[in-house]
């Protein structure tokens, strides 16, 4: 077996550790100066160009991305759809609905009780049972309706959604925005990124547009969607 000196691994370590950062390395602020207050009960849409710091901005929310500057505050534990309930794509559809629900602090008696509902929210055994089979199988739009269906099984004080409602026909888009408004109606606050801007209008009363990282406007989800209409009208997106 081979042996070190731990004086010499230690001054290697601190040798490491000051090194200045490489000329390499760029610094984004993907998100500056972004300040509002969400209410209870309310469903906020987010827009914005690609790469306008939308997403970024939700996993700041989430607690995924520490902001540098600022603060968040929430009131409760917001929950990323997809985060939350991550999905593994070894594990059947049944085994990432109950790992899953677990994860959101189900018990084990509330996930047996709420498992059909889930799988048939989801719709993914409409064309066969794959719920049975591995994750993997799914496609994108079967697998990010299951992870809408877990997610939203229970009622979060702040659930955040990634472009998750733009999946799926149109019988389960209205499934998801009735889902959504049951769950503000039980006081949570809803936050909706989606470049789809009827499902904005739809299923949001305020929105707000975001642009290079900064907040352009914030108010009626109507009116901002049509402001940025506007704005990128003749415009690829």
């Not at 989800?221 to 209409?229: I, R, T």
């Amino acid at each position: 077996m081979a042996g070190f000196r731990r004086g010499g691994a230690v001054a290697a370590l601190r040798r490491i550790a000051s090194r200045a950062p490489s000329p390499s390395v760029r610094e984004v602020h993907a998100v500056q100066g972004v300040s509002f207050v969400a209410h209870r009960g309310e469903a906020i849409g987010l827009i914005g160009s690609n790469g306008s710091g939308k997403s970024t901005l939700l996993q700041a929310v989430a607690g995924l991305l520490p902001a540098d500057r600022g603060r968040v505050f929430t009131r409760g534990q917001p929950s990323l759809l997809g985060v939350n309930a991550a999905l593994l794509n070894d594990l059947t559809g049944e085994r990432n609905v109950v790992l899953g629900a677990l994860a959101m602090g189900m018990t084990r008696h509330e996930v047996r009780r709420r498992y059909d509902s889930i799988i048939d929210f989801s719709g993914i055994n409409e064309k066969g049972d794959f719920a049975s089979l591995p994750l993997r199988t799914y496609s994108s739009g079967m697998a990010a309706r299951l992870k809408f269906a877990i997610a939203s099984a229970r009622p979060h004080e702040v659930l955040l959604i990634d472009e998750a409602l733009s999946t799926g026909d149109a019988r389960f888009q209205r499934r998801s925005r009735q889902r959504m408004a049951e769950l503000r109606a039980a006081a949570g606050t809803v936050f909706l990124v989606s470049h789809h801007h009827r499902t904005i209008t739809d299923t949001c009363d305020r929105a707000l547009w975001l642009e290079s990282g900064t907040l352009r406007m914030d108010g009626p989800a109507a009116e901002v969607v049509a402001a940025y209409e506007e704005s990128t009208a003749g415009k690829g997106r």
